[in-house]
């Protein structure tokens, strides 16, 4: 079992993963070899566990330390448990953010791009989006409705950033996922999962796109989805490596769905 020690304040140093440094800090500390992520509230890090993701330290709420025993009790007694008072956890991030618990654990190793798909029917393919939110939103729309696989642009946010964790409901230790390399990016990546007997579709105002429920779409039985930035959607590069293009049908003047919005209605539509 994790080995519980009692602090006052947060200014312990023990404490710097959890309140001090940034999420670049986290990917380059120097205690693991890949880095550092936090996982926030018990079901994150109950997923996380339950993914082989190693803990690393724990911060725990007094008022929950009974509850989360069990969790204290997956890892080794070389793990630390810190506990704090209720107020200082309140003034890390939240009471109602955090419900008590986060854990410090060790970054899964990377994936590439052709491990993650060789297996997979259903993968979705993500351009540069920069919203960590939307990143952890995707993920678990994935999850929910289909997705085997995700593959991230060379400049796509980092799912292992802690907003995007929680987001994510633990998801990004789930659904597996590479980053496809920066060389490869978008053409190589595209011409990698037609290998794989992928069709792949991109999420576009194109002037020939097909609307979602077109059947035509659903003749191919492995499919990849592809979904642009928030600010310009996907690149000219990726748009033109893609085999279609595919709009979900608007009323009222709108002419685009929010990208985690718009990929579930595509994940339901096409992957389920």
């Known amino acids: 079992m994790a080995s519980v020690t009692h602090l006052d304040s947060l200014d312990d140093p023990r404490l710097d993963v959890f309140a001090r440094l940034t999420d670049h800090q986290l990917r380059a500390r120097l205690e693991s070899a890949r880095g550092v992520l936090v996982a926030?509230?018990?079901l994150v890090v109950e997923v996380a566990l339950d993914s082989g993701v190693a803990p690393l330290s724990f911060l725990v709420d007094e008022r929950h330390l009974d509850a989360c025993s069990d969790l204290l009790g997956r890892a080794g007694d070389d793990v630390p448990a810190f506990v704090l008072p209720h107020d200082q956890m309140g003034r890390l991030t939240g009471y109602r953010v955090t419900r008590g618990l986060?854990?410090?654990?060790?970054r899964p190793p990377a994936r590439d791009v052709g491990e993650v798909v060789r297996d997979a029917r259903r993968v979705a393919v993500v351009e540069d989006l920069v919203d960590v939110t939307n990143v952890g939103a995707l993920f678990r729309s994935a999850a929910a409705l289909?997705?085997?696989a995700v593959v991230l642009s060379p400049r796509c946010a980092d799912p292992y950033v802690r907003r995007a964790v929680r987001?994510?409901?633990?998801?990004?230790f789930t659904v597996p996922w590479a980053r496809a390399a920066e060389g490869e990016w978008p053409r190589g990546t595209l011409e990698l999962l037609?290998?794989?007997?992928?069709?792949?579709?991109a999420m576009a105002l194109e002037p020939d796109a097909v609307p979602l429920d077109d059947p035509s779409l659903l003749?191919?039985?492995?499919r990849a989805l592809l979904f642009g930035s928030e600010g310009y959607g996907l690149s000219r590069a990726a748009l033109d490596a893609c085999d279609r293009s595919v709009i979900i049908p608007m009323a009222h003047g709108v002419d685009s769905l929010n990208v985690a919005a718009s990929s579930a209605v595509a994940f339901w539509q096409l992957f389920r």
């Open 219 to 222: 003749v191919a039985e492995k």
């Open 167 to 172: 987001t994510s409901m633990g998801t990004v």
């Open 40 to 42: 926030e509230t018990r």
């Open 146 to 148: 289909g997705a085997d």
């Open 102 to 106: 986060l854990c410090a654990m060790g």
């Open 194 to 201: 037609r290998r794989e007997g992928f069709a792949c579709y």
